[in-house]
Every structure is written in C-alpha cells, then in structure tokens.
C-alpha cells in the first residue's frame, strides 16, 4: 500500500534521527584508540547506509510536496478563488476578529467560515479521523501538512467526536468473535466492569502566543501558523495524558500507566526480553491488531544490545525486529505493548470555544482553544506494560 505524505514525512524525521545517531557512533568509534580498522570501515560503512536512505527519501517526499503544490496552483488558476483560499481566508478573519475585538467564537463558526462539513466523524472506522476534531477538519486536510511535532497515537488509537457518547464495550470490541474469548482475562474484566464504557468531559485548554507581526501577515501564514500549533497543542494534551506517570486530579483514568485501569505488566531482565513476553501474552483475538508505544532511549538500548558489535544490524528497523508495528516517542517512560485502538479518544464537538487572552507582564496575545474531551481504555487486557525487574542475587 502507498505511504501517505505525513507517513513518508514522519518516516524522514526518524532516518533523519538514525542518521545522526549512526554519525555519533562513527565519531566514537574513530576516537576509541583501540578501534581496529574493520570496526571504523562497519561503522562508517552504517553510517553511510543511514545517511543515503535519509536523503534519498527526502528527495522522494520534497518530489511528492512539489507536486501537491503545482497541482493546488493550477487548480487555482483555472477557477480563481477555490475552497483552499476560501478556507484560508475564513480561517484567518476569525482568528483576527477574536483576538482584535477580544470575542469568543464557537466551533461551528469556525467550521462554517472555512467550509469544513459540520457533522463528525462517527467513530474509529472512519477514514478521515485524525484527532483533532475541535478544529475545522479541512484546513488540515486541505494545506496543513503536520502538526509541529506528530502523535504517533493519533493514527494508533481510536477517536470520534460525539456527545454523552456510550460505548458497548463487548460488540465494539469482538462482536461474533466474543464467544471465542468467554474464559479469558477479557471476558472477565466485561464482567466486572460491565458492557458499557461511558465518556466523561474535560477541560482542555490550548494557547497560541500571536505577535503583530503574525497578526498582519498574509491570511496564509497567519492561518498555517495558528492551525498547526493549535493541532499540534491539542495532539501533544492526548498524548501526555494516555503516558502520564502522575495524572491530574480527574484525569487518571487517562493513563495507561494508572493503577485505576489495571493494566498487566510484564516483567523481565532486560526491556527487550519484556517487550517479548508481553507479544506474547495476548489472547488470540489482539494478535493481528498488536502494536508498541516506546521511547527512543529503549530502542537505540536493545538495538546496541541485539547487534554485540555486529554493525549492521543497526540498519534494522523496530517493526522488522519486534514484527508489529513501533512508535517511538520520549512520552512512553515504559513500552506499552497493545491492539491501541481499544484506547479511545473521544471529543465533545458542541462546546469547543476560541478566545482571546493577554498577559499583561510579557504584552503577548493567545489565541486559545477551549476543548471538552476524554479518553478511556475500553480494555486493559487489550494492553500489557514491559518493564524490568533485576534478577534475584545468587544463593
């Protein structure tokens, strides 16, 4: 299947973060005195492996960008002013308006200033869910390329935008495939905790500093400028609440780590040993769904670990080592293993408000975006956290 623009992006920031990886392991390896030449030629050879796949994909995504672009001006040339400039400039006189006339728009302004439909996406299976449903969904769509700095859990887990949603957790979950797992672990926590999952409202604020300089700038930067770091504020607030170590008050059942939702950890000597145990635990009917949310520290750690000097297995990838899917983000203190689409995201689509606010001590004004979201784990069984515990001295 083709990768996708954001997917081929995300791909280039992380050769990108393994081409400077390998560059300081070649670095070290030439200021060892006792580096041998066969281990500063396996070095330098990884090093350029990393290095030629990071640019040769850069040049295949700036090919892709350059085609997206002439193909938006073209279009625009033959009809004059599309949607694009419609949504764009919409999108702007808003975000001018409150912040100037210091008013408070709702959401549905905002969607209908910029052309956006203004029904929501109903749940998971729906193709266009990104995350972010208390912004107008086409200004990302349409020229926002990504947020500033991607969640990986936006594509992971589930998101839809509905209000008092209830969720039945057995016929999301399995359907007819539920008679398969009646004696396991799953089939016990629906029984304890019952068939349905209720969604709660949080607050949820967002701010975007704005300087006059933004304010009087095209209608174009001005709109990329606050959208995506709105999108990206709101992506970060998900993920920071699903991998908190201590959540906010009201905000515990959030966290995969939370004791409150029970999540099974999975204990070895080492993370990769953990990890593994953890793929394996699962019942049948989470295998083919399976993926792992770790940070990068773990991974450059097993990956020196699994090579023992043998240079080459640096070109490996997480999934080609692990065989699901691996995210990496600094968020996942520990490697959370799961079928990621039983965490939900749920957001409510008719209290979003867009406000203005001024510190009076620095002069900035923000721009800001007051959500009402939650997030449940419909499943803990459907999750395993992989941790190490040292084994027990001798004797």
Same mark, same amino acid.
């Given at each position: 299947m083709a990768k996708t623009l954001i997917e081929m992006q995300a791909a280039v920031r992380e050769y990108g973060a393994l081409a400077a990886k390998r560059q300081e392991e070649y670095v070290a390896t030439l %200021?060892? #005195?006792?580096?041998?030449?066969?281990?500063v030629k396996a070095a330098e050879s990884a090093r350029d492996a990393m290095k030629q796949k990071f640019e040769a994909l850069s040049k295949e995504v700036k090919a892709k960008e350059d085609a997206l672009r002439a193909s938006d001006l073209n279009s625009e040339k033959k009809h004059g002013q599309s949607d694009r400039e419609k949504a764009i400039d919409g999108f702007a006189d808003l975000v001018r308006g409150v912040v100037s006339n210091n008013r408070t728009a709702k959401l549905e302004e905002f969607k209908n200033a910029t052309l956006a439909p203004t029904t929501a996406p109903v749940?998971?299976?729906?193709d266009t869910h990104?995350?972010?449903?208390?912004?107008?969904?086409?200004?990302?769509? /349409?020229?926002?390329?990504?947020?500033?700095?991607?969640?990986p859990l936006v594509d992971a887990a589930a998101h839809s935008a509905?209000?008092?949603l209830e969720i039945p957790r057995v016929d999301i979950s399995f359907g007819d495939a539920f008679a398969g797992v009646q004696d396991g672990d799953t089939a016990?926590?629906?029984?304890?905790?019952?068939?349905?999952?209720?969604?709660?409202?949080?607050?949820?604020?967002?701010?975007v500093g704005l300087s006059e300089t933004v304010l009087a700038g095209t209608n174009l930067a001005l709109t990329q400028f606050v959208y995506s770091r709105l999108q990206d504020g709101i992506l970060k607030l998900e993920a920071n609440r699903a991998f908190a170590t201590t959540p906010r008050a009201g905000e515990e059942h959030m966290s995969l780590y939370d004791k409150s939702n029970? #999540?099974?950890?999975?204990?070895?000597?080492?993370?990769?040993?953990?990890?593994?145990?953890?793929?394996? &635990?699962?019942?049948? %009917?989470y295998a083919d769904n399976l993926s792992i949310f770790m940070s990068r520290t773990d991974w450059f750690a097993i990956q020196k670990s699994l090579a023992n000097g043998n240079t080459s297995f640096y070109l490996q990838t997480p999934q080609q080592v692990f065989g699901v899917?691996?995210?990496?983000?600094?968020?996942?203190?520990?490697?959370?293993?799961? &079928?990621?689409?039983?965490?939900?995201?749920?957001? /409510?689509?008719?209290?979003a408000l867009f406000e203005q606010d001024k510190d009076v001590k620095t002069g900035i004004v923000?721009?800001?975006?007051?959500?009402?979201?939650?997030?449940?784990?419909?499943?803990?069984?459907?999750?395993? #956290?992989? /941790?190490?515990?040292?084994a027990p001295p001798a004797g």
């Open positions: %200021e060892k #005195i006792e580096s041998t030449p066969e281990e749940g998971p299976t729906d990104n995350g972010a449903w208390a912004l107008p969904t086409n200004v990302s769509t /349409d020229f926002i390329a990504t947020p500033l700095a991607p969640n509905m209000v008092n016990k926590e629906i029984e304890l905790k019952g068939s349905q999952v209720k969604f709660g409202r949080v607050k949820s604020k967002v701010f029970a #999540i099974k950890v999975v204990t070895a000597a080492d993370k990769y040993s953990a990890i593994v145990a953890a793929l394996a &635990d699962f019942e049948d %009917e899917p691996v995210h990496l983000t600094s968020k996942a203190v520990k490697p959370v293993v799961g &079928d990621f689409s039983q965490y939900h995201v749920n957001y /409510d689509p008719t209290t923000s721009f800001v975006a007051t959500t009402w979201v939650d997030a449940q784990v419909k499943l803990a069984s459907a999750f395993r #956290i992989a /941790d190490v515990v040292a």
